[in-house]
């Protein structure tokens, strides 16, 4: 047993942090540093680094312009990143869709997509969610019936994360009501600019607009948008859920975020001194680093494991998201009544208004609020319990 | 012991659930928020009709002699309404200030004002440094003739901005975390040199930092004792923070209500969420953290009479804490259970859970009473 990184693992690692340090433009790691709002450019631009330097698709095969790396160096990478302060590869085109498109696409949809993929030249939703469907995601509605050449699409998704910005969205369909409901359910894509679909916002408690509700009227989708085989979709939806498993835990976001807080608490005072020095906090912090060790240790043992990651990867969702929110948590609290200003527009990067309180204070309750999603969506934590107690325990 | 309410008590709750029922309802709310001042003059003027806004102060000064009960059973109905008018800074808070160290003029001139809603109070406790300590306080009021001169800067003073007066703590002697030299100053807001910068807070409310620069008063400004404030201002802020308690006590009960309903109503995988035990299991906690934190809300409306200040500091800090950490655990069950729909912005729960989150930072969080508590011990 070696619980040391390897020479070349260390090497990669150097690589990554020199490349992302010198590459990663400035403007957009202070947002991300300092909870400042993001825009679709800001993701696209960095997107777009990584795309020029070939590492924009860590976890793709080599044949279609992916890096192909190793579990241990897609963890490293995100780990680095996420600590650098860039922002979040957006997941659904890149790490969800893709895959199913290389396993189960047919050769246009790979020879079309992917390339457009790669270079950010499509923006992707995730539509799965409905709003009668949301944990019991296969009691999904939304109708997909087959006419000519195309597919008549009628319903609708929500919750679906920037779908503002998207151009496609990847849907789960019912093509079949007849048969038992996972068997019924279509993989199809969908051109968001067609006919009859219709995104409106959800505001969230930080008053952000980071969700949608898509709706579907009577849209006329091209039958060759479906992905594989009709009543497949269920098997593919799983198929991709393998595909999320790292970095999931999100650990070198959490480690960043841990240090911040350790930096405001050594400035924020308690009775005239710096809290981080006040035991009661103190003490609390080290709860969540020691949660965040335990937790960085758990994720390299499923991703060193030798068969792929099972149900147990569930740990890392519930994990990850518990020392996400209790950073965030601790973060607010150490604002004192700082807490309670709620200025939005102090979250625009070009914003130069008169501040209130320390400079850091102005997102930390929003993000607070923000992060009590992380439990939520991907599966609830709910969820994860429960694969747990049925898949790994046998309960 | 008598856990009962009297009849008078039950009438003016029932008045309040009414007023709220039908007219300040979420949309309602929303709309008061949206507006320039954050709340509504209209509502506040029920209020005065209504006795709230004399409800504890005495008939002498346009009150209607309640006790510190009455106070508890408005804020607790308040929490239910998540009503965002300037109760606590201009009856609670403001106005127990002055009804516990005013002199008897300064009573009559302002008490019934406050009773018949048309002077609107704000207190300047807290400072940039100052966290939660009353006595930290570095904003100075220096003699000047027969008056005073303050400088300084006061933090996050709640309804700052749409206060007509603030009752200002500031030093005239010692050092800037000394227990003596803090006195307090009744200050016209449109007093010369005093500028204020209103803001949003995430619960719905309004706050301002406020500053002083050279603003003069005279000596009839002075509030209480000159350099032995704190005891009175300790005082007040237990009172406030009881009343808080109160408020969060009613938050509590109509979020853990909404919630339960929706685990009776939203269905997933063909039956009511609310069927699976998992979830049934943090329902049953929730109320139990609503009846605890009732529990300790009641009894610090009774002990923040007491004469012995160590009795008050200890049960008022105990509420505080445990609704400080009920508010959080309720808060966050509450959001999660109500899956994506606790996010969203349009319903109720994730407001409710705001106000509670914020109510914790108010006037001492959970590790600020923690200390407190064992010091009064
Ligand atoms: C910010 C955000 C972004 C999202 N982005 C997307 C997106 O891009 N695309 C997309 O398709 N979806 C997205 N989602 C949707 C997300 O996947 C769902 O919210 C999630 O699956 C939960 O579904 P629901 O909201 O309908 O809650 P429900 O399923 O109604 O759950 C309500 C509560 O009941 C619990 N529960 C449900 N069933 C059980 C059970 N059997 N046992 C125990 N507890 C149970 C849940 O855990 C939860 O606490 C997003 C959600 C959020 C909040
Ligand atoms: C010190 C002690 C004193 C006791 N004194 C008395 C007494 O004075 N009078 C008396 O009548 N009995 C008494 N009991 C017995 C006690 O009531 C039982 O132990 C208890 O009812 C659990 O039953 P069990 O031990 O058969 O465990 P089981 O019923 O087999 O339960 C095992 C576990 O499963 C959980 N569980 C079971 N059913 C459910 C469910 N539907 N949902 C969720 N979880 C469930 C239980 O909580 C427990 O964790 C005593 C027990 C102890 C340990």
Known sequence: MDLNYTKEEQAFRDEVHSFVRDNLPKDIAGKVLHHKRLVKDDWERWQKILYKKGWVAPNWPKEYGGCAWSPIQQHIFDEECGYLGAPRVMPFGLVMVAPVIQHFGSKWQKEYYLPRILSSEDWWAQGYSEPGSGSDLASLKTKAVRQGDHYVVDGQKTWTTLGQYANMIFCLVRTDSTVKKQEGISFLLVDMKLPGVTVRPIITLDEEHEVNEVFFDNVKVPAENLVGEEGKGWTYAKFLLGHERTGIARVGESKRELEQLKAIAAKQLRNGKPLMEDPRFRDRVTGVEVELMALEITLLRVLSSRTKPGPEASILKIKGTDVQQALTELTMEAMGPYALPFRPEARDAGWHGEPVGPEYAASAAAVYFNYRKTSIYGGSNEIQRNIIAQMVLGL | ?377
């Open chain 2, 1 to 377: 012991m008598d856990f009962i309410f009297s009849e008078e008590q039950q009438q003016l709750r029932d008045s309040i659930q009414k007023f709220i029922s039908k007219e300040y309802g979420f949309e309602a709310r929303k709309a008061i928020i949206a507006s320039k001042q954050g709340f509504s003059d209209k509502v506040w003027a029920q209020f005065a009709d209504m006795g709230l806004l004399g409800v504890a102060f005495d008939e002498a000064h346009g009150g209607f002699g309640g006790s510190s009960v009455d106070t508890m059973l408005v804020m607790r109905e308040f929490g239910r309404g998540m009503v965002v008018e300037p109760y606590l800074s201009t009856v609670v808070l403001g106005g127990s200030l002055i009804d516990l160290g005013g002199s008897e003029a300064q009573k009559q001139a302002i008490l019934s004002e406050v009773a018949q809603g048309k002077l609107l109070l704000a207190a300047a406790l807290g400072e940039p440094n100052s966290r939660y300590e009353l006595n930290c306080v570095e904003t100075s009021a220096k003699r000047d003739g027969a008056g005073y001169v303050l400088n300084g800067h006061k933090a996050v003073v709640l309804h700052g901005e749409s206060a007509d007066k603030l009752v200002v703590s500031a030093r005239t002697a010692g050092a800037m975390r000394d227990t003596k030299g803090i006195s307090l100053f009744l200050v016209d807001k449109k007093a010369a040199g005093v500028a204020v910068q209103g803001y949003r807070t995430i619960d719905g409310m309004r706050a301002a930092e406020i500053r002083f620069a050279n603003v003069k008063v005279g000596a009839d400004a002075v509030l209480g004792e000159v350099d032995a404030a704190l005891p009175l201002l300790e005082r007040a802020a237990d009172f406030a923070v009881s009343a808080l308690c109160a408020e969060a006590v009613g938050a509590m009960e109509a979020l853990n209500a909404a919630t339960f309903e929706y685990l009776k109503t939203r269905q997933q995988f063909g039956r009511p969420i609310g069927s699976f035990q998992a979830l049934q299991h943090r329902a049953v906690d929730m109320m139990i953290h609503c009846e605890q934190s009732h529990s300790l809300a009641l009894l610090a409306s009774i002990k923040v009479q007491s004469e012995d200040p160590n009795e008050r500091k200890r049960t008022v800090s105990a509420a505080k804490i445990q609704i400080g950490r009920s508010g959080r655990a309720i808060g966050e069950e509450a959001i999660q259970l109500h899956g994506g729909m606790g996010v969203s912005n349009e319903l109720a729960a994730g407001h409710y859970a705001k106000r509670l989150a914020m109510i914790n930072a108010t006037l001492g969080d959970v590790e600020h009473h923690a200390e407190r508590f064992a010091g009064a011990a």
